[in-house]
């Protein structure tokens, strides 16, 4: 089943000067029908992502985000898709998240989520 995934650096640039953050924080949108769709990221042990899942929303929630950046095919999300999403903003992110390394993590989120499209629960 097809997902979206984007970057954001909003939140980590207001962020920047009290803490040692990463670059950018890592989202994927699943689409209604998705096993996942509409699930608490706090209940999603079992996704392997760099700090957990720390974000799960309707993508309206995600809609006056700036800087959005695509990194899997896409122009816009539907505002009825679910986001998942991690953070970069923990202790000494700074030195080790690129965004180059978010983009890389945020795909290998998006892998998992599509798998998991293969299987219901």
């Known amino acids: 089943?097809?997902?979206?995934?984007?970057?954001?650096?909003?939140?980590?640039k207001e962020f920047a000067e009290?803490?040692?953050?990463?670059?950018?924080?890592?989202?994927?949108?699943?689409?209604?029908?998705?096993?996942?769709?509409?699930?608490?990221?706090?209940?999603?042990?079992?996704?392997?992502?760099?700090?957990?899942?720390?974000?799960s929303a309707y993508m309206s929630s995600f809609m006056l985000m700036n800087d959005i950046e695509f990194i899997s095919d896409a122009e816009e999300i539907p505002s009825d898709w679910w986001v998942f999403g991690f953070?970069?903003?923990?202790?000494?992110?700074k030195y080790?998240?690129?965004?180059?390394?978010?983009?890389?993590?945020t795909l290998r989120l998006q892998d998992q989520l599509e798998a998991k499209a293969g299987r219901k629960k």
């Open 1 to 12: 089943m097809k997902t979206i995934a984007f970057i954001n650096s909003t939140a980590n």
């Open 18 to 55: 009290e803490m040692s953050c990463g670059e950018a924080n890592g989202y994927v949108a699943v689409p209604p029908g998705h096993p996942l769709h509409g699930k608490d990221s706090v209940l999603l042990y079992d996704i392997d992502v760099h700090g957990g899942l720390t974000a």
């Open 87 to 93: 953070d970069t903003i923990h202790f000494n992110d």
């Open 96 to 105: 080790s998240w690129s965004k180059e390394r978010v983009k890389e993590e």
